[in-house]
């Protein structure tokens, strides 16, 4: 007979993950349940407020006025007599509306124009990439600013101003995959069948090309984040009547030097967290995209 513990496997045995990879996959799950905290408040926010379980952030208070947190307002209340709670909340559903909204546009426009420009090459290969790589050395935020003096307020024009810095970044990887992905033998066997441009580009390149785009959108919407916030704060984002993390850091500054922090601090740690799980999203998604990494740390 076959000896117990010979039948059983020892706790030893048994498979395990690399520390540097289960590490990861912790990072990664956290920054799904960050991420997953804002889009729910995102949107049960407005039923909140129609329920009458939460302030309208659009109505000030004429009583109490910079209030610190209590029972009645749990983060306090602004110098305009706003529920800080009420529009931090408020300010999660209009980062995600920018946030999306911008990166929807840059993926929508770089991808292809990275596919069509990767794939014909010659003149219109070479004018997109000087064109691209020219509005990729402009620093992300001066060119927001910028294009939100010309656009100017509202959703849709921060998403445009936003969108302009991050479809150079979908351009440049997109494309050189393409550049790179078109020797290949399964291609040459498509254009040899008579394929046209238009079935190679869709059928055989696509799913080749865009492995690296999910990371590139989760880290450009926490850099969107961030660059928002700073428009905000310039009072360049959203009009004034949409509560905005950014914004309520600019009303929230003069109140800082006489010992109002809670206007500041709430809107502050919003803005942490939100780019802090997409982040880990989107380096946890690396990790398992990446063949380079994926076999450093887990073979």
Do not use: C
């Amino acid at each position: 007979m076959v000896p117990d513990q010979a039948r059983k496997p020892s706790r030893q045995s048994w498979p395990r993950l690399p520390k540097t990879a289960s590490i990861s996959v912790v990072l990664m799950g956290a920054g799904l349940m960050i991420t997953l905290t804002f889009v729910l408040v995102a949107l049960f926010a407005p039923l909140l407020a129609d329920w009458g379980w939460l302030q309208d952030p659009t109505v000030s208070l004429t009583n109490p006025i910079h209030e610190p947190p209590s029972a009645a307002h749990w983060f306090g209340t602004t110098r305009q007599g706003y529920d800080v709670f009420s529009r931090t909340l408020f300010g999660t559903r209009a980062a995600w509306q920018v946030v999306l909204l911008a990166t929807a546009i840059s993926v929508l426009v770089g991808v292809p124009l990275g596919m069509v420009s990767g794939y014909l090459g010659g003149w219109l290969d070479r004018g997109l990439l000087f064109f691209m790589d020219t509005i990729y050395t402009l620093p992300g935020l001066l060119l927001s600013v910028t294009l939100a003096f010309i656009v100017g307020k509202g959703v849709v024009n921060a998403a445009i101003a936003l969108s302009i810095a991050y479809i150079p970044q979908y351009y440049r990887v997109v494309r050189n995959h393409t550049v790179s992905v078109k020797t290949e033998l399964f291609i040459e066997a498509a254009q040899s069948m008579g394929a046209s441009t238009w079935a190679v580009l869709s059928r055989y390149l696509f799913l080749n090309v865009v492995q690296s785009v999910p990371v590139l959108f989760t880290l450009n919407a926490a850099d969107a984040v961030l660059i928002l916030g700073g428009l905000g704060f310039l009072g360049l984002g959203l009009p004034e009547q949409i509560p905005e993390w950014g914004d309520s850091l600019r009303q929230a500054l003069d109140a800082l030097p006489t010992g109002i922090w809670w206007t500041a601090l709430f809107p502050g740690l919003a803005i942490t967290l939100m780019v802090t799980g997409l982040s880990l999203i989107g380096e946890g998604l690396n990790e398992f995209i990446n063949p380079l990494l994926r076999r450093e740390n887990w073979d």
